[in-house]
């Protein structure tokens, strides 16, 4: 089973990152574009019948930094990404 | 509009970062865990109206290295991420 986890930061937490892509894109020409956050993407393959809370707690303790962070879990068919 | 970028490595190409985060898995004790890749999630807040077409050209110029990586576009409905 394939798990996607986006790991993103809180609102409010300042991403310099983000501010220069943002910059970066302005620079080469986009207009319109409004602004620019930037996570990280997981895609786990675990054993099928994974239970929701070790997933969770996988977030929690690893790939995630709880103070400045919040990701979630979305689940994909195996259809994709085969 | 909000737009979401999904930029991951190239099946194939070594993900040393997602090596690091299965290994770091099985030491916490998660057991199961075949395969960990990591890539980067970008989100975008454009101007209504921005073409598919502009979008593209950001991921190719800017946000994905076409050489290693791969990207794929998500619009994100008004009433996610409000």
Redesign the interface.
């Known amino acids: 089973m394939k798990v996607r986890v986006?790991v993103?930061l809180k609102p409010g937490v300042l991403d310099p990152q983000?501010r220069a892509?943002h910059h970066?894109?302005e620079g080469?020409g986009?207009?319109?574009?409004?602004?620019?956050?930037?996570?990280?993407?997981?895609?786990?393959?675990?054993?099928d019948?994974?239970s929701d809370e070790?997933i969770d707690?996988?977030c929690r303790?690893?790939?995630a930094n709880m103070v400045i962070e919040d990701y979630a879990v979305e689940k994909l068919g195996q259809a994709e990404h085969a």
């Not at 986009?30 to 054993?47: K, Q, S, T």
């Open positions: 986006l993103r983000g892509v970066a894109l080469l986009f207009a319109g574009v409004v602004d620019v956050r930037i996570g990280r993407v997981i895609e786990i393959d675990l054993a019948g994974t070790a707690e996988m303790k690893l790939l």
